[in-house]
């Protein structure tokens, strides 16, 4: 098939997994969309409080203390352990969809980068108790403007994750 990518029989093997038919074939709530939802909560709850971070650090609310936000790094670490969990359940759901489509490891790429971000600005900016208000804006502005970026990256990358592959299930083309 011309401009199509080959498909491992590996992925023939994952789809053909008890679990990997119910993933997609059940019409139990607990299936595909069950776990579509847990992926989009823990998108959430990564993403918005690091919005709200990344916000405060370029200035925005400057009323608002950084310091208590340091907190919200746990809420964003259990967003990121959902997103994990159920992004593998995804992927075990259309393994060849996933493995077969660019566009699957840029949102991964993205997602390292973001995390390694995320960890950087936890790590420079908030456990550094000699920096003032004034100090973590400064540090961790650049910080922000990157979370953004790359958090924007990811959404978008996920998204067209829906709408672009080669193969459906192997050796079904989209």
Not at 3 to 25: F, M, T
Not at 153 to 165: K, P
Request: proline share 6%; glycine share 8%.
């Amino acid at each position: 098939m011309e401009g199509k990518l080959a498909v491992p029989v590996l992925l023939n093997a994952l789809e053909q997994s008890d679990l990997s038919i119910w993933l997609r074939e059940s019409p139990s709530v607990f299936g595909f969309y069950f776990i579509l939802v847990f992926h989009t909560i823990g998108l959430a709850l990564v993403v918005g409080p690091n919005a709200a971070i990344d916000l405060r650090l370029l200035g925005v609310g400057p009323e608002i203390p950084l310091p208590p936000l340091k907190n919200w790094f746990n809420l964003m670490w259990l967003g990121l352990a959902i997103n994990v969990v159920s992004g593998i359940f995804l992927v075990l759901a259309y393994p060849s969809k996933a493995f077969t489509n660019p566009d699957f490891y840029v949102k991964l790429a993205l997602v390292g980068f973001a995390v390694w971000n995320l960890r950087r600005m936890k790590n420079s900016v908030f456990d550094d108790p000699t920096l003032t208000d004034t100090g973590m804006l400064a540090k961790g502005r650049t910080m922000a403007i990157w979370s953004l970026l790359l958090w924007a990256g990811v959404i978008t990358a996920g998204r067209l994750l829906a709408y672009t592959c080669n193969y459906l299930v192997y050796g079904v083309p989209c």
